[in-house]
């Protein structure tokens, strides 16, 4: 997603170009043990890519904080046809190129087997390992990152401020580490209770305006707690390097599909709260510990339990909290051509399970192999 003229908002057809970044992990095709190749398969994926003719070279595919992740992403789609095939497409070449190297990817958004993860050796990284000390040994998680076009940096924190209560049913929905350090955590997202440990991460405060945003960015880098303005990570943020709006709380999905629903209820979103935003409504000033509270259901629980209802903040049964998000942006999902897709969506992921139910569906006891063996084959079926 390097060419910024690429996002664009399509007016008149009401369409925001959209983008995802997926983080995934590179294992042992035997023994679903991590391996810390991300700079040769990185490698090996620049070389295919410098070898097909430019308008078909796709996203890099770049190393991440540890050698045994790697992070793919798409160009900006401004159809979810198109985002589809993207997703495919570097699902695909990262596939190929770690088949390279010996080894596979897999969509866990954390690692099943118990290890000991390799530090990758940039400067950056480093000071990140001195600052966060044993925090940083519990941060080879892979998560999903939506990408929006916005029109303004006053869009985008009106949007910012109004997505907060389904921020949490996205994160549900998403839902793909139940295993970590060779157990069941009892989580159907372990991934999003260790983020919840970073003292950036989580949902943000109200802004109500663009200076009260920068200055909230400007006093959590003047506090010297982080290393640079890259590490606020929060749940939904304003790009530093794009003209979008960045929704980070999901998991990586094991499956394209899954990916492509995540995005495009987030960009049904995104457009549904900028419309409430240049309506005048107001944004939800529902409290921040109450959204970590409905954080922690989603992440408890996946969408095999009860989640915190946006609209009322009382328990209710996922799928009335499914549904209750996808009326809540229909008509954007509408204007947008995705309705169908949505609602189908919806209805296979309540009916299959997360991800973390496809995890624990494949554990029949003993060696987690057979779960990575089972990611792999859903990453880039065959």
């Not at 907060?164 to 350090?181: G, K, V």
């Not at 983020?195 to 009260?212: C, H, I, K, N, Q």
């Not at 200055?215 to 640079?228: F, G, H, Y």
């Not at 973390?356 to 494949?362: E, G, K, M, N, V």
Request: aromatic fraction near 6%; glycine fraction near 6%; charged fraction near 25%.
């Amino acid at each position: 997603m390097r060419d910024q003229q690429r996002w664009v908002y399509h007016r008149g057809q009401g369409l925001r170009t959209f983008g995802v970044e997926e983080e995934l992990l590179l294992v042992d095709p035997e023994t679903g043990l991590p391996q810390p190749l991300a700079g040769t398969v990185s490698e090996i994926a620049a070389w295919h890519a410098d070898v097909r003719p430019e308008g078909d070279r796709g996203e890099p595919v770049k190393t991440e904080l540890f050698c045994e992740m790697l992070e793919i992403g798409t160009r900006p789609c401004a159809t979810a046809d198109e985002l589809a095939e993207q997703l495919r497409q570097a699902r695909a070449a990262a596939s190929a190129a770690a088949k390279e190297a010996g080894v596979a990817v897999a969509a866990l958004a954390t690692a099943p087997m118990r290890f000991d993860p390799l530090l990758t050796p940039t400067d950056r990284y480093r000071r990140i390992e001195d600052r966060y000390a044993r925090l940083v040994d519990d941060k080879l998680t892979c998560a999903c990152h939506v990408h929006v076009h916005l029109a303004s940096a006053e869009e985008g924190v009106g949007v910012l401020d109004r997505i907060r209560p389904w921020l949490a049913p996205l994160l549900a929905l998403s839902a793909n580490s139940p295993y970590w350090q060779g157990e069941d955590t009892g989580y159907a997202s372990w991934r999003h209770q260790l983020w919840s440990r970073w003292p950036m991460s989580g949902p943000a405060e109200l802004y109500g305006d663009v200076a009260t945003h920068e200055e909230t960015i400007r006093a959590m880098l003047a506090s010297e707690v982080l290393v640079d303005d890259h590490m606020v990570y929060f749940d939904a943020r304003l790009s530093r390097s794009y003209p979008t709006v960045e929704v980070r709380v999901g998991d990586v999905c094991q499956s394209a599909e899954d990916a492509l629903l995540l995005a495009v209820l987030v960009r049904a979103l995104v457009e549904t709260e900028a419309r409430a935003w240049r309506a005048g409504l107001a944004a939800d000033p529902v409290p921040t510990v109450v959204l970590r509270l409905a954080a922690w259901r989603a992440s408890r629980y996946g969408l095999g339990g009860a989640l915190l209802h946006p609209l009322t903040w009382r328990p209710a049964p996922a799928a009335t909290v499914l549904d209750a998000l996808v009326d809540h942006v229909t008509p954007a999902l509408r204007a947008a051509g995705d309705l169908d897709r949505a609602v189908r969506g919806v209805e296979l992921l309540l009916a299959r399970g997360t991800g973390a139910d496809l995890q624990r569906a494949a554990h029949t006891g003993g060696s987690l192999a057979p779960v990575v063996a089972d990611a792999v084959r859903r990453t880039v079926p065959a």
